[in-house]
């Protein structure tokens, strides 16, 4: 399905490219002062006597064959909390480089009329592929194609043609609420701020960066499982919140290509950088990478 934005004028869009969404801190310890403890070492010490050796047979009983359990942040490819190796940000900058040129026509891969039908979908894809939601979404949209007809529909109707997309009876509330405020507050438009998208029911900053991004061209960055996992493995962010990802990406970055590279991120995130088994051997970063295992 074409994707074309018709809901708003364009005086309401920001004037910026269709696709594209950092700053890392470093601070230094203090050193700890030791205090010594000068009447203790007035005291005479007891000459400790010498423990005798223990001999520990190594016996099926205390051998433990099962190798250490990973943790998340070395499954997000980092050795261990704080531990990623951040690169600097020209190797930043030539890592997204190559990725563009890798995925050229990366986009949103959410099919959509409308940027109400957009911001549905996004609400929709929680916990699931765009493929499915895809799927579900032309039926959807083909009974309640705007908010006003989402907004008065019959809820379980709206279960019924979302179900392959999981959780369908929170998301379906949240799809109608979200609808029905569209309505209330907004005449049942799409609003183009933060803020205003936020505040709407099952509207988190992911999804209304994807909205702001994709429909109204307003730079964000997306930090979705993909961007999250990614940007611990290529060093551009030791932080595991996605907030904090976020602020960490936009001072890395120029804020024109935020959407654009939140995108390509999520497409080397489906497509090569698995979370399970990435193929490094076939990613054109894995001289720069620092989590390569090549
Ligand atoms: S080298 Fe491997 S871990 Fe690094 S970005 Fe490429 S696929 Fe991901």
Redesign the pocket.
């Known amino acids: 399905m074409k994707k074309t934005i018709a809901a708003k004028p364009k005086s309401q869009a920001k004037p910026k490219s269709k696709t594209s969404t950092a700053k890392p801190a470093v601070k230094s310890k203090a050193d700890k002062k030791i205090a010594a403890d000068a009447s203790s070492k007035k005291q005479t010490k007891p000459v400790a006597k010498p423990a005798a050796k223990k001999t520990i047979v190594k016996t099926s009983a205390n051998v433990s064959k099962k190798p250490p359990a990973k943790s998340k942040a070395e499954n997000l490819?980092k050795k261990s909390k704080g531990a990623v190796t951040l690169v600097p940000k020209a190797v930043a900058q030539e890592?997204m480089d190559r990725l563009c040129k890798r995925y050229p026509d990366a986009d949103c891969e959410l099919d959509f009329g409308s940027t109400f039908q957009l911001l549905t979908s996004v609400i929709l894809s929680a916990q699931t592929t765009d493929v499915q939601v895809n799927k579900c979404t032309p039926g959807l949209f083909k009974k309640f194609p705007t908010a006003k007809a989402l907004a008065e529909a019959n809820i379980e109707d709206v279960k019924d043609l979302i179900k392959p997309t999981g959780y369908y009876n929170a998301k379906a509330a949240n799809i109608q609420k979200c609808a029905q405020a569209l309505v209330e507050k907004f005449g049942g438009e799409v609003p183009e701020t933060l803020e205003e998208l936020t505040q709407l029911p099952g509207v988190g900053r992911k999804t209304a960066n994807v909205v702001l991004g994709v429909a109204f061209g307003v730079p964000g960055w997306t930090v979705d499982t993909h961007v999250q996992r990614?940007s611990g493995?290529?060093g551009l962010s030791n932080n595991t919140e996605p907030h904090k990802i976020e602020i960490d990406l936009q001072n890395l970055y120029p804020e024109k290509d935020w959407t654009k590279y939140s995108i390509t991120l999520i497409w080397?995130g489906r497509r090569?950088?698995?979370a399970r088994n990435?193929?490094?051997a076939?990613?054109?970063?894995?001289d720069l990478?620092?989590?390569?295992?090549?």
């Open positions: 490819g890592m990614l493995r290529l080397h090569l950088c698995y990435p193929n490094c076939e990613c054109p970063i894995n990478c620092p989590s390569a295992q090549v």
